[in-house]
């Protein structure tokens, strides 16, 4: 276990409560680091917190609720420093066609995956550079390629990506690294089950045949070796997926 005394610093991580949020918690935590683990569903922050210790906390939050980010930013920072912030939490809805898509589906993946991001981003950002802190993005190679069916989530993607871009130049000169991970195809539990509304057959058809998809750890690997660089070194963006898949579609299946 990690002394939370001598830490690297505090990361706050969202979307922790599974996937590639919980694993780059579980993998900062192993590298020093001390994280606050931030999601909507407190009980599997709770079993976070019991496997992990004095090193991982937590605040329930909404982050498509401004009310509900500033209070868990005002814990935070009355906490003390902020060294890195990982913007995990997002979403994708649905493979409907850009021309019967709903509004109100394009409208929840902005909400949480764009303007979320830049909600927390924008209010931790004071503390990050007093810190020489980081921002990471795991945006997505979604966001690089749109695909057929992808309209909302692409687009979502791909903003989060131009935002990662522009606030690199707009902060040169200030303390503080940006810094963009795009994952191709990653195997969690529950991605593609929420993205298609609970329905587990299409969700594992994605991954269907594909050899050794990524995992979560995979994902959580490239986060902490690029914040685990010196201060001074930013590794702009990382793009990676399984050797299986050349793009979203190009996928070797057995
Ligand atoms: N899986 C992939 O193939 C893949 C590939 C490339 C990029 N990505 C990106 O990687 C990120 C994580 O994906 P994942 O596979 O780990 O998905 P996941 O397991 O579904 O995790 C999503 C996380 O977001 C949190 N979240 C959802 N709505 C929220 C809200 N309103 N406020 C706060 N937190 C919220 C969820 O927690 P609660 O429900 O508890 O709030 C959960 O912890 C996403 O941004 C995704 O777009 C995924």
Redesign the pocket.
Known sequence: MADVSEAVGCAVV?????????ASARALVAHGWRVVG????ED?LAAMADGLGQAFSYRV????DEASTQAAVDEIMAAGPVKALVN?????IGKDSVATSKLDDWRAMYE??VL?TLRITQKLLPALEQDEGSVLI?????GIEPYEGGGGYCAS?SAERVMARILRLELIGKPVRVIDIA????H?????V?RFAGDRSKAQAVYAGVPDPLT?ADVADCVTWALDQPDTVNIDQIVVRPRAEGSYTKVYRR
Do not use: H, Q, Y
Not at 61 to 64: L, P
Not at 138 to 142: E, G, P, Y
Not at 183 to 186: A, F, K, L, R, S
């Open positions: 969202t979307g922790a409560s599974s996937g590639i949020g919980a931030l999601a909507r569903r599997k939050c909404d982050m498509t995990c939490a997002g979403r994708a949480l995956n979320g795991v945006s997505s190679t979604a993607k994952p191709g195809m990653v969690t539990d529950e991605f593609s929420k979560a």
